[in-house]
């Protein structure tokens, strides 16, 4: 299914992939000849103590015309996004075999030069991932859960009517 939220400004460049049921959406534009693909993950909550997380996890995959990809995994928080890791995978790698098992993970965020983390960071900010993105996924994520809790409902007061 997909669905855009209503009350989105028109600069707002995705478009939105939401299944029923999940706890994450799919974010999907196209840039300049580059396939964006960012996995939202909407759960506030981190599994163990059902703490409140400020921020949301995204996975974005940029993918060039030959295969290859950029894969960057970051924290998405009100006012900043926090690159967790970032990943080249090769085109060229075996179809038999899978690509990221082979792919060199990359250097540790934490070594990377700060003028490297900028110019990534302006990377993703020309393909739409910036931190204006929180507002909307925090949005998105409470009418997502209201929308699932709804779901449930007419699911169980369907069972137990049957």
């Known amino acids: 299914m997909i669905r855009k939220l209503k009350g989105l400004s028109d600069g707002f460049p995705f478009?939105?992939?939401?299944?029923?049921?999940?706890?994450?959406?799919?974010?999907?534009?196209?840039?300049?000849?580059?396939?964006?693909?960012?996995?939202?993950?909407?759960?506030?909550?981190?599994?163990?103590?059902?703490?409140?997380?400020?921020?949301?996890?995204?996975?974005?995959?940029?993918?060039?015309?030959?295969?290859?990809?950029?894969?960057?995994?970051?924290?998405?928080?009100?006012?900043?996004?926090?690159?967790?890791?970032?990943?080249?995978?090769?085109?060229?790698?075996?179809?038999?075999?899978p690509r990221s098992i082979y792919a060199y993970k990359g250097p540790d965020i934490k070594e990377m030069n700060g003028n490297l983390l900028n110019a990534i960071h302006k990377y993703l900010e020309n393909r739409g991932i910036k931190p204006s993105i929180y507002n909307f996924l925090d949005e998105y994520a409470w009418k997502k859960k209201n929308r699932e809790r709804l779901y449930w409902l007419k699911n169980f007061k369907k069972f137990v009517d049957s």
Do not use: M, W
């Open 15 to 97: 478009i939105i992939v939401d299944r029923p049921g999940k706890e994450y959406i799919s974010l999907t534009r196209v840039y300049q000849g580059e396939l964006i693909k960012a996995i939202a993950f909407l759960l506030h909550l981190d599994g163990k103590n059902h703490k409140y997380n400020d921020f949301f996890r995204i996975s974005v995959r940029v993918l060039k015309e030959n295969g290859t990809f950029l894969r960057i995994r970051c924290k998405v928080f009100v006012n900043e996004i926090t690159i967790l890791s970032l990943q080249v995978v090769n085109s060229e790698t075996s179809s038999k075999e």
